[in-house]
């Protein structure tokens, strides 16, 4: 769903618009993911007492208390569309880039331990909610990268003592019909035509890539 500036604002206060609240949903993705490391200081500075004037009185938003944007028909939050599934990149049997959307059935490690079932929480517990990253709907305990974290699919594993590894998945080649190939001239030759122009002849060889 497209958002532009107009859907981010609610009704007017005061005479002026005021903007709506983060989506509960980008709201997780922030702290589990794009800022945990950030947002983790920011809670443990809170619970020591450690404030920075800077900030004036900024305070961390509380997910769960946000409204959602997925199952509503109308603008009631902002959303920044961090959460969005690009069906283009969508891929079953390589990656595309970090391989945040592959959706394939590999549930091995690239070291051959066997992947910890998505919505199981033994023996490695976690938080990767459908509902906020749907690359992980009906995950199984397939390889996956929510939000592109690592730079390939990953998984947890069954092994108590390892928490987690990556996968072994190949990379997606350029789409048929597009590859591209690189032209070496290996010989030239010039030869009078009978209108006396000179043609020259290549004898190519080419290197796909």
Request: charged share 20%.
């Amino acid at each position: 769903m497209h958002t532009d500036s107009s859907s981010q604002l609610s009704d007017n206060e005061g005479g002026y618009p005021v903007g709506l609240p983060l989506c509960a949903e980008d709201c997780v993705a922030v702290r589990q993911l794009f800022c945990y490391n950030d947002w983790a200081l920011i809670e443990d500075n809170k619970h020591r007492g450690i404030y920075f004037k800077s900030r004036g009185h900024f305070q961390l938003p509380n997910c769960e208390t946000l409204p959602g944007f997925r199952g509503s028909t109308q603008s009631i939050c902002s959303n920044a569309r961090l959460t969005e599934m690009k069906v283009e990149e969508v891929t079953y049997d390589c990656v595309i880039g970090r391989g945040r959307f592959y959706q394939g059935t590999v549930n091995v490690t690239k070291y051959g331990l066997p992947c910890q079932y998505w919505d199981s929480q033994e023996p490695h517990s976690h938080y990767r909610p459908p509902d906020v990253f749907p690359e992980m709907k009906n995950a199984e305990n397939y390889c996956r990268n929510a939000g592109g974290e690592e730079p390939s699919p990953w998984c947890y594993t069954l092994d108590p003592a390892v928490r987690w590894q990556r996968c072994d998945i190949p990379i997606c080649g350029p789409p048929l019909g597009q590859e591209s190939f690189l032209v070496l001239y290996t010989d030239t030759a010039a030869t009078s035509s009978p209108s006396g122009d000179i043609k020259l002849s290549y004898h190519l060889r080419s290197n796909w890539q």
